[in-house]
């Protein structure tokens, strides 16, 4: 049992923390610590000669800005329990004067841990904060992986419009990015030695390519309606330096996403067509399942469930879902959707029903997520693998 309870309040940039013991008497007056590596290690001064196995520190379970102290903390070997900001909001409503206020709400958070109203945070909790992180920054370079794709094709269609048909609309591929390293315009393909790229063509394609496809090219070079402009060339093999670089960094992402997952063994890894990637986005987003008493806050914390329109008397029946709260759990559910139904039976037989009943794809789709949702929700509240 724990007789000293620190609670801490987080904001984005700045938190506020306070300490009382277990008779309530206060021990530490709350004060003010910035979300750095500066403010932390006053935290932890402040607390340096406290019996760590005596002390648990509360946290509301509020966004991502109280991601990095808790991971800190737990490093430390501070006991963290984290909070429901329902429970706070009670304790508050309690009080006549329902002041919200950093310092006070800080005391609250503490009688929240005396209350035991809290979820002791664990390892698996600290891994699912790292998975999160690693995930999202993946979404991130992927996301500037199609930027500089969609930034390639633009020069090509400058520098050699006609290669696109050349590599059947997909330029893509590792024998474009060859070439394109070596000989980035049709210019310089023109006036290359055809034994040159057709030794490059064969070796990137492995033997796919011979010398008619690059005595092909070197024609469709020669008659290219292409600009000449050797700074387009420049900019194409930067692009390809950096989506190559960009992949190698997914690459490296995808082992640590990997070796995490692994490590839970979560039952999300269970369900057809859900791999590494996706079910590792599904678990972190959702962290601990026990911040949703029920499937339908997971699908409004989701952004699946459908925005209310009203006016009047009048009630929309026909309504799409709302797209709030996390757009990358979102993102994961509804690509699971699309997935399961060609892996599951039940899930096709569903997914075909509501097309039969004259719902469209996107519609069809839509119904097979709320329905994952529901599935996911109970294999996390009760650790059970999927079953077909």
């Keep these: ?6 609670g801490v309040d987080i904001a984005k940039s700045t938190h506020f923390a306070s300490a009382v013991n277990s008779d309530g008497e206060v021990l530490i007056n709350p004060f003010k610590f910035t979300n750095d590596n500066q403010g932390f290690n006053l935290f932890i001064n402040t607390f340096k000669d406290f019996d760590l196995s005596n ?32 429970q706070t909001d009670s304790l508050r409503s ?10 006070i709400d800080t005391f609250l958070i503490c009688q929240c841990l005396m209350l035991g109203h809290f979820t002791l945070i664990t390892d698996r909790d600290i891994q699912l904060i790292k998975l999160k992180t690693l995930c999202r920054f993946k979404f991130d370079v992927k996301k500037s992986q199609s930027k500089a794709k969609t930034q390639l094709v633009t020069c090509l269609d400058i520098a050699f419009p006609e290669l696109a048909n050349f590599f059947n609309d997909n330029l893509h591929i590792k024998s474009s990015y060859a070439l394109l390293s070596k000989y980035p315009t049709a210019r310089i393909i023109a006036n290359t030695r055809i034994d040159a790229l057709t030794n490059l063509l064969y070796s990137a394609s492995r033997g796919h390519f011979k010398q008619d496809k690059a005595i092909t090219l070197k024609e469709l070079a020669r008659n290219s309606i292409a600009m000449d402009n050797p700074a387009i060339g420049v900019q194409i ?29 979560s039952p999300i890894s269970s369900i057809p067509g859900i791999g590494n990637w996706l079910g590792a986005i599904i678990i972190s987003e959702i962290g601990d399942i026990t911040r949703f008493s029920t499937s339908t806050k997971l699908l409004a914390f989701a952004g699946l469930d459908p925005s209310v329109r009203q006016s009047g008397n009048f009630n929309a029946t026909n309504t799409k879902i709302s797209k709030r709260g996390s757009k990358h759990l979102r993102y994961a559910i509804n690509r699971a959707a699309q997935l399961i139904i060609w892996n599951d039976d039940t899930f096709y037989q569903y997914y075909t029903t509501k097309l039969a009943q004259g719902k469209s794809y996107l519609n069809a789709i839509g119904h097979v997520s709320h329905k994952l949702t529901r599935v996911i929700f109970k294999l996390l509240t009760t650790n059970t693998t999927f079953k077909k």
Excluded: A, H, W
């Design 94 to 103: 309690s009080n006549i004067r329902k002041t919200k206020n950093d310092k």
């Design 237 to 265: 093999k930067m692009l390809i330096e950096q989506i190559q670089m960009l992949e190698k960094q997914i690459d490296l992402l995808d082992i640590e996403i990997t070796n995490i997952m692994e490590s839970l063994n």
């Design 1 to 6: 049992s724990f007789v000293i309870f620190i």
């Design 55 to 86: 002390c648990l520190v509360g946290l509301e379970s509020t966004g991502i800005y109280g991601d990095n102290l808790t991971t800190f903390l737990f490093e430390k070997g501070f006991k963290i329990g984290r909070i429901n900001p329902i």
